[in-house]
């Protein structure tokens, strides 16, 4: 569907009569509903195959229809949200009681935020309401940074509007405000050092315990349909020597050259710095499951803190890589 005044009218009227849209923000592509109609609610988690426990986001037009979706909202909340509202950052706080269950997962917290897309705005602002929205892609599989990966998972019968490829390209960091400490429940582009700047603390690392259940908090997650495995950058070339003698073929997501001048690996070239990864790294494994390929191997990316949420996907992706879904 196109995302002009015309599209995103009819996107906003499928909206309110029920139906499901998916519509690009800067992170990746979402799967939206009526995030007050429960009967819609559920027809993301049909379509995806998601577990029914598992939180979905709501995405909200601004920051002042948070009092309608949360109680309880900390002062640390309204500072955030002016600080990177619109933008890759989801705040967990305490539900308003009138919040379908659905949504939360029968939890009593709810993952808000308004995403900094202006496609996604703009159909946001004529819905009137928040759109509850996880990735538009089948549950567990790599997330969608273009129109066209959500028309491979669900085909040219789901509305999706065509925002063009996401600009953040994986999903948002998810702080939760809940409980008395703030607590990063999965990283993203707003890191902890950002946070603590506008709070004047820095927010713990999620360490187990008893933390609302979020998206994208599974151990396997993101993950392709062909095995991975992720290698250091010094070792990689006996790998793939190895497997060339074999006569098997790997896909490699590498941010280095090939360290062999006739390599016939399908070798995927990412940027070096940890922003333009993150951009390129769900197109690029999706290109990699699609090459026919025995193995896809990653080229370790570096560990510092600017790497944070790269490693975090990367690890969950190589978790569920080449697990069947149930």
Not at 60 to 72: F, I
Not at 230 to 257: I, M, T, W, Y
Not at 276 to 298: N, P, Q, W
């Amino acid at each position: 569907m196109t995302q002009d005044d015309a599209g995103i009218a009819a996107a906003a009227t499928r909206l309110r009569a029920g139906e499901l849209v998916a519509f690009p923000t800067e992170t990746v592509y979402g799967l939206g509903a009526d995030a007050l109609n429960p009967a819609a609610v559920r027809r993301i988690f049909e379509a995806k195959g998601r577990p029914a426990d598992h939180p979905l986001i709501v995405h909200l037009p601004d920051a002042d229809q948070l009092v309608d979706w949360a109680s309880d909202i900390p002062r640390e909340a309204i500072a955030l949200a002016r600080a990177f509202w619109p933008g890759p950052l989801t705040l967990i706080l305490k539900r308003d009681p009138d919040v379908p269950p659905e949504v939360t997962g029968g939890q009593d917290t709810i993952g808000l935020r308004v995403p900094a897309h202006p496609v996604a705005l703009m159909l946001l602002r004529v819905f009137g309401g928040g759109i509850a929205a996880p990735s538009a892609n089948r549950f567990g599989r790599i997330s969608p940074t273009t129109a066209a990966h959500v028309r491979e998972e669900f085909g040219d019968e789901l509305t999706v509007l065509d925002g063009g490829a996401c600009e953040v390209g994986i999903e948002s960091t998810i702080l939760d405000l809940s409980a008395d400490v703030p607590r990063i429940l999965r990283p993203g582009a707003i890191s902890a050092a950002q946070i603590a700047g506008v709070i004047g603390r820095m927010p713990q690392e999620k360490n187990g315990g008893d933390v609302p259940r979020v998206s994208g908090s599974l151990a396997a997650h993101y993950a392709p349909r062909t095995s991975m495995k992720k290698v250091a950058g010094e070792r990689l070339r006996d790998l793939l020597n190895a497997f060339r003698h074999s006569g098997r073929k790997c896909a490699v997501l590498a941010h280095s050259q090939p360290p062999m001048a006739d390599c016939p690996h399908h070798w995927i070239m990412l940027p070096a710095d940890a922003a333009g990864y993150a951009k390129a790294l769900y197109a690029a494994m999706r290109e990699a499951d699609a090459s026919g390929s025995a193995l896809i191997v990653i080229e370790a990316p570096p560990v510092d803190a600017g790497w944070t949420a790269v490693n975090d996907r990367l690890g969950r992706a190589l978790a569920g890589a080449g697990i069947t879904p149930r």
